[in-house]
């Protein structure tokens, strides 16, 4: 069975970090692109970076320069580095396969439970 199971969340103060784990089963990661995506309360869910399987990297404008995604093949895992967080990233978080290329992808699937993101101001 394909499953990707986020964790990591937290409450964190405005200028803090968390690192986000997705921990991947059921397939093959070197094979994949992943993506995280957030939800925000009252808000629809957005794509906000994305990993190709050749390691390439995409974010969003409001992550890009704060948020690193990486990923650990050996191990089936794709992390989210998030740095100087912001009351407005508070989010549910989920890791997911694109439906397209990370460059065009707007859809996703088989997303999990996702991970509560907390920023305090």
């Known amino acids: 069975e394909v499953q990707l199971v986020e964790s990591g969340g937290g409450l964190v103060r405005a200028g803090g970090s968390l690192r986000l784990s997705c921990a991947a089963s059921?397939?093959?990661?070197?094979?994949?692109?992943i993506a995280w995506l957030r939800q925000a309360p009252g808000k629809e869910r957005e794509g906000i970076s994305c990993i190709s399987r050749d390691g390439d990297t995409y974010y969003t404008d409001s992550v890009k320069g704060r948020f690193t995604i990486s990923r650990d093949n050996a191990e089936n895992m794709v992390y989210l580095q998030m740095n100087n967080l912001k009351p407005e990233d508070t989010a549910v978080y989920y890791c997911a396969f694109p439906l397209a290329p990370c460059e065009h992808a707007t859809e996703y699937h088989d997303w999990g439970q996702g991970t509560q993101v907390t920023v305090s101001s």
């Open positions: 059921g397939f093959t990661l070197d094979d994949s692109a």
